[in-house]
């Protein structure tokens, strides 16, 4: 036999692939179906990474079996190519963006290409294509008349750096989250969209999926569904209300001041009535240009004014009680001011304690004098007149009740979730497809119009007035108004890079529709995806934001079911070998096309399954990688010892359906590393019997395909085992073969494992009694004694008490 040359063999098969469309997905409904996602890449100039390679072949693996079961499977891919870094990168290097996205796309396809992922390129999407970016447009001005899109003037999250409004999911600890640069806060008016309406239902329907944990929990937690009530603090001596959101109405009698946003418009409708407005409005103007993140960090030492010459009213009380502006109060979130109860939560307590403000105990069970006591599960009212005795839960309703009796507040439900800001103010995403008219507001482009083209320009940096590039060309700007005819102008704003990724698995299920965004019916037998993989750092955003679309889209009856993806799951990065991020600044980033001209791809796609835990992040080694090529070099080799003959050892025959299970079940349940394993062993199995016959390297090449399929093809093919590899069937186990029947069990004398006998697994209790007592290091033990309780579990153990 030749030696294994994974160069040629690889280049061969995916001419072959390539030539007979082998892995177009069908359009025959009569059979049964598995739509398989990966996140699809941003073609990025820096090409594709190890880390790619990764998710993508772990989703090919289960579209691959999927196929090999008679499913038809549709696996896709595309480009999410708006975005910052191909226009930064663009005005750099004085290109268009079109071009960089081409140029890129090129690159990125030659690299997966070279991989051999088992995608069907027929329904290949770019996010940049016109012919996408209409439907892009139609879903918003959907958006738009259902009044899910709105514009509004609003303090944003700007990047210093990139120039642009950023959604709050964008800012990671304070930074932008692409660039890293400095991000404050900015008013500018906005185009919003009501993700808030769908806040109940994105967590409820998680009950529908079957996501793994930690993604469902973060999004739950990012929407932050938190249940209370809204109080009605009087201001003493005027017609006025301040209005409070608390998640714990029943410590109302242990509110001894109250604390207001900076921005709050108390402060500025009562300016006349403050004796120390200056002192205020300064602290106010710092606090303003401090990020909620800034804001909020626990850590920090709280800074605060009191509001001198206005008081509050507690109701239940009847008390006077001091107003004060802090920046631990969020604009934001709730009605922006808060009812202080420093005994039960810590940061009104470190605020008391710093100010030197009452702390009225209202809840028995901590010592408040230390800390704030913000159980809720155990401990007594006390100090609240009507609540005293009841407990926390008790007290809420009770205390909520007697406030919507009084008319002095009611019940509450806040989410932490913001609406989405939709706008960006740059070039390189799709046009915002509005005009503004004077006379009839903002109006629609007419659909027949879409899509609304992004203009070819000469000049697309950003400007400094924070306008988008747009706004400087007046032929594309002054426009008529599609409702009245009068004079109009376009919006000049674009949309963000997740707009594209919130809908392109639609596009998948019927990629060059020009009549509506996929048909009705194709969407109906495609949906929902089965398998989607993807980074945890999308969960709370294309994840949620793609939910959020695909809801909207429900309700107007375009998609047929309630969530887009059945299944989601997440990989782990791979770090540098020293166990850092990759990087360009370290000088440790491994090139898949290095690897796949050196080792080959199968190697590089072995490897990245078999490198450890798919979910775990993982550091890369080269010697690993080494170690996966000289697998597929014996695996090569096992045609030097392949025999004629049909009869298998008895023992070759258990360990091959062992593995037809162990490896069945490992590729649906992220395992791959143990599949490979398992793999390996039977491999070594296999050589020390010194020869394979024909069914048995049939299953073997089978079991093996998914992870390195262009090695296996071959040597199928080179052997005539008949049509090609992927034309075959997943094998089938026997479950009676895979069940060891011969055990070695403990047996245990008072308590104490004495030795162990080997028994099978149908052996009576009688039977297995025998051979303990044939056992001398055991009988030794009970002889001589009467035997008072023997307990057996077949299987496990043999439990003897003597006396
Ligand atoms: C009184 C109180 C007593 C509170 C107590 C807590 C414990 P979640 O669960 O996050 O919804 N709060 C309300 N609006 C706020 C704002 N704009 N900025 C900062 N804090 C705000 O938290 C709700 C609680 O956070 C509310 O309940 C309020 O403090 C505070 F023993 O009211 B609480
Ligand atoms: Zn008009």
Redesign the pocket.
Known sequence: MTDYNPKEIEKKWHDIWDENQTFKASNDRSKKKFYGLIEFPYPSGKGLHVGHPRPYTAIDVVARKRRLEGYNVLFPIGWDAFGLPTENYAIKNKIHPKKVTEQNIKRFKIQLKSLGFSFDWSREINTTDPNYYKWTQWIFLKLFEHGLAYKTEMPINWCTSCKIGLANEEVVDGKCERCGGEVIRKVKNQWMLRITDYAERLIDDLDLVDYIQRAKIQQINWI?K?E?AEVNFKIAGKDENLK??????D?LF??TYM?L?PEHRLIDKYKEDIENLDEINEYRKNAIKKSDFER?ELVKEKTGVEIKGIKAVNPATGKEIPIWVSD??????????????P???S??WEFAKKFDLPIVEV?KGGNVEKE?Y?DTESGELINSGFLNGLDVKEAKEKMTLWLEEKKLGSRKI?F?LRDWVFSRQRYWGEPIPLVHCKKCGWVPIPEEELPLMLPDIEAYEPTDTGESPLANIKEWVETTCPKCGGKAERETDTMPQWAGSSWYFLRYIDPHNDKELADKEALKYWLPVDWYNGGMEHTTLHLLYSRFWYKFLYDIKVAPTKEPYQKRTSHGMILGENNEKMSKSRGNVVNPDDIVKEYGADTLRTYEMFIGDFEKSVPWSENGLKGCRRFLDRVWKLQDILTEGDSYSEKMKKSIHKAIKKVSNDYETLKYNTAIATLMSLLNEINNAGKINKAELKTYLILLNPVAPHITEEMWVGQNFGGMLNQSSWPKYDEKLTIDTVVEIAVQVNGKVRGRVTISLDDSQEKVKEKVLRDETISKFIEGKTVVKEIFVPGKIYNIVVK
Do not use: F, Q
Not at 328 to 341: H, P, Q, R
């Open positions: 932050g938190s209370g409070v959101y608390t998640t714990r109405p410590t242990g509110a604390v946003a909020t631990y109060v969020l604009a934001s979130y709730g009605t922006g001011a808060i009812m202080a109860v005994a039960h939560d940061r009104d809840v704030a913000v806040n932490k």
